[in-house]
């Protein structure tokens, strides 16, 4: 764990090693006058403007939350071609597309295009997806289990179809009288991005899954809920699930190194609007309790607090310390300007105090 130490008068951490740090936006909007995104018009548009925002301001990763039936962002690539056509440098993903609903081919072609546009810079979070709006949503988009699978057993058989076809294998018997000249045997899907397999990234709530999502080479997301597997907190039951992913790697016998992400909500202090907005947050505790009929899980708290303080909590968390990349949560319906000044005060006045730049 990192060392703090008083240097010059100002909270410093021995250096380690230079994490990346991205937003992680869900997208919410409402037609309410207390909301700076009232349309999905606004919140997509904003979402452009503080993805670029962002990378003028040296963060590493702009991320959107992907919600069908809800007032937040939904279809995730259009968005994702449009920040890769407007940025140059950051990181784009997703935390998380549901993979229940996604016809995994056409999503290849999709993610291969907005990859593409963005100079192959897309880090693409999937998973089986948070409870929904609505009942068995999925159904409604035309997907639902064979008899004795769950819906979770979907998602994965989506995500292993959809990782096979990324890697460009040629599969499809080619009409024998075409429209257009083809290449010789058979063919694959197109656009292809060649590097896109090692960038896609397993939303995990639990270890298990974790493991499973080593087994099948794809990198680690892990956010502010999972189950509670421990009773520890959260950060806590992060960093052994994060552990338990890496030893699952390493036996897959995997050549590239894996990258992790965690996401938090944290907040620096730093004038009054921060304090009249977050001032309360940051003496709440992890929180505990069921999310369905079965599940018993952990939410883990938020960081509100001047950065000086801000450096000495969160060198106490072990996840964040185990992970190579963090994605703050933003209040995205506050705009983009205050959005682009919570991104600012963690990169200018905690990140260095960390050793994180």
Do not use: C
């Not at 990181?91 to 963005?118: F, H, K, Q, S």
Request: hydrophobic fraction near 40%; proline fraction near 6%; charge should be negative.
């Amino acid at each position: 764990m990192p060392q703090y130490r008083e240097q010059s008068g100002w909270l410093s951490v021995e250096p380690t090693v230079t994490k990346k740090i991205g937003f992680l936006s869900f997208g919410h909007w409402m037609p309410s006058p207390q909301s700076q995104t009232r349309s999905a018009s606004d919140t997509l548009l904003q979402s452009i403007d503080l993805a670029v925002a962002a990378e003028e301001l040296g963060a590493d990763g702009a991320y959107f939350r992907v919600h069908h039936f809800a007032r937040q962002l939904a279809s995730p690539f259009p968005l994702l071609a449009a920040v890769g056509a407007k940025t140059s440098r950051i990181e784009i993903g997703t935390g998380v597309i549901d993979m229940r609903y996604e016809n995994p081919l056409y999503m290849a072609e999709d993610a291969a295009a907005a990859d593409l546009i963005a100079g192959e810079r897309l880090q693409l979070g999937i998973s089986r997806g948070s409870p929904e709006q609505v009942i068995e949503g999925y159904k409604y988009f035309g997907y639902e289990p064979p008899e004795g699978k769950t819906d979770a057993d979907m998602a994965r058989a989506h995500t292993e179809v959809f990782l096979q076809v990324i890697e460009g294998a040629a599969f499809a018997e080619p009409n024998p009288r075409p429209m257009f000249p083809n290449p010789p045997g058979r063919l694959r899907l197109e656009p292809y991005s060649p590097t896109l397999r090692d960038r896609i990234w397993w939303g995990s709530g639990s270890n298990a899954t974790a493991e499973w999502a080593a087994t099948m080479g794809m990198n680690l997301q892990s956010s502010t809920l999972k189950d509670d597997e421990t009773g520890e907190p959260l950060h806590v039951q992060q960093r052994k699930q994060i552990e338990a992913y890496r030893e699952a790697w390493k036996a897959a016998g995997h050549t590239r190194e894996p990258r992790v992400s965690v996401s938090r909500s944290i907040f620096a202090l730093v004038d009054e609007t921060d304090r009249r907005y977050f001032g309360l947050e940051g003496d709440r505790d992890d929180q505990f309790g069921n999310i369905d009929e079965t599940t018993r899980a952990v939410f883990g708290r938020s960081y509100a607090a001047e950065p000086d303080r801000l450096v000495k909590q969160l060198a106490e968390d072990e996840a964040i310390a185990a992970a190579d990349t963090l994605l703050l949560t933003v209040p995205n319906q506050l705009g983009v300007d205050y959005n682009a000044h919570v991104l600012e005060a963690i990169l200018t006045h905690v990140a260095p105090g960390l050793g994180w730049r």
